[in-house]
C-alpha cells in the first residue's frame, strides 16, 4: 500500500535551517510530482511547494520562496524540504502528499502523517 | 484564487443531511477537491473535479457546483464523518485550500 513516512521536524531557532525528508513505498515513486502541505498549530491547510516527477519544474507559494527548496531523489524514493531563515509563522505540521495520476498537477490523492516543525527562540 | 467555506462549524445529528459551500474568488473550471481531516490526522481525499468520488470514499458523500460555486453534501452522516472538511483548489497555483467546515456532533 501507498505509504508517505515525513521526518526531520523538530525545534528550531528563527533564522536556522531544517531540512525534513519524505520516505516514499507502494508505489513507482518516479511517476507523480510530490508536493510538500502545512499547517500551522489549529489552523488550515496551506499548499507550499510542488515538484515534477523529474525533478525539473518546481512551484512555491510566494511566504516561501527564495527560503524554502523542494528536492527528489528517485532512486532513494526521497521527497525533500529544504527550509532556511526560517521565521516562527513557519511553525506547523508539514505533509508531504502525492500528485494523484491523470489529473491537474495540484490535486493529492495520499498524504503523509506528517512532521512537526517549531521555530522559536 | 481566495477559497471561502461557509459555515465555519456545522452542529449536526447521525442521520442528519449536511450540505457544505464553497467559494472562489474566480471560475475554477471544476478542478476542485474536498478532503476529510480528523483531529492529528493528514488530510483524505473524498471528492475531486467537483464532483467524482474518490475510491473507497462512501457514497453518502457527494459533491456539485461548477465555476464559483460547490457544495459537498453528506446524506445520512454516520459518527465517523465528524471532522473538518476542507475545499482545494488546484486550477492554479499556489494551490488554495479554504479555511475548513468543523462538522461537530450536536
Known amino acids: 500500500q501507498v505509504q508517505l513516512e515525513e521526518s526531520g521536524g523538530g525545534v528550531v531557532q528563527p533564522g536556522r535551517s531544517l531540512r525534513l525528508s519524505c520516505a516514499a513505498s507502494?508505489?513507482?515513486?518516479?511517476?507523480?510530482?510530490m508536493h510538500w502541505v502545512r499547517q500551522a498549530p489549529g489552523k488550515g491547510l496551506e499548499w507550499i511547494a510542488y515538484?515534477?516527477?523529474?525533478?525539473?519544474?518546481?512551484y512555491y507559494v510566494d511566504s516561501v520562496k527564495g527560503r524554502f527548496t523542494i528536492s527528489r531523489d528517485n532512486s532513494r524514493a526521497t521527497l525533500y524540504l529544504q527550509m532556511n531563515s526560517l521565521r516562527e509563522e513557519d511553525t506547523a505540521v508539514y505533509y508531504c502528499?502525492?500528485?494523484?495520476?491523470?489529473?491537474?498537477?495540484?490535486?493529492?490523492?495520499?498524504w503523509g502523517q506528517g512532521t512537526l516543525v517549531a521555530v522559536s527562540s | 484564487i481566495q477559497m471561502t467555506q461557509s459555515p465555519s462549524t456545522l452542529s449536526a445529528s447521525v442521520g442528519d443531511r449536511v450540505a457544505l459551500t464553497c467559494r472562489a474568488s474566480?471560475?475554477?473550471?471544476?478542478?476542485l477537491a474536498w478532503y476529510q481531516q480528523k483531529p492529528g490526522k493528514a488530510p483524505k481525499l473524498l471528492i475531486y473535479?467537483?464532483?467524482t468520488l474518490e475510491s473507497g470514499v462512501p457514497s453518502r458523500f457527494s459533491g456539485s457546483g461548477s465555476g464559483t460555486e460547490f457544495t459537498l453534501t453528506i446524506i445520512s452522516l454516520q459518527p465517523d464523518d465528524f471532522a473538518t472538511y476542507y475545499c482545494?483548489?488546484?486550477?492554479?497555483?499556489?494551490?488554495?485550500f479554504g479555511q475548513g467546515t468543523k462538522l461537530e456532533i450536536k
Open positions: 502528499a502525492r500528485k494523484k495520476a491523470v489529473t491537474e498537477l495540484g490535486l493529492l490523492d495520499y
Open positions: 507502494g508505489f513507482n515513486f518516479r511517476s507523480p510530482a
Open positions: 515538484i515534477s516527477h523529474d525533478g525539473i519544474n518546481k
Open positions: 474566480q471560475s475554477l473550471n471544476n478542478w
Open positions: 473535479q467537483a464532483s
Open positions: 482545494q483548489q488546484y486550477n492554479s497555483y499556489p494551490y488554495t
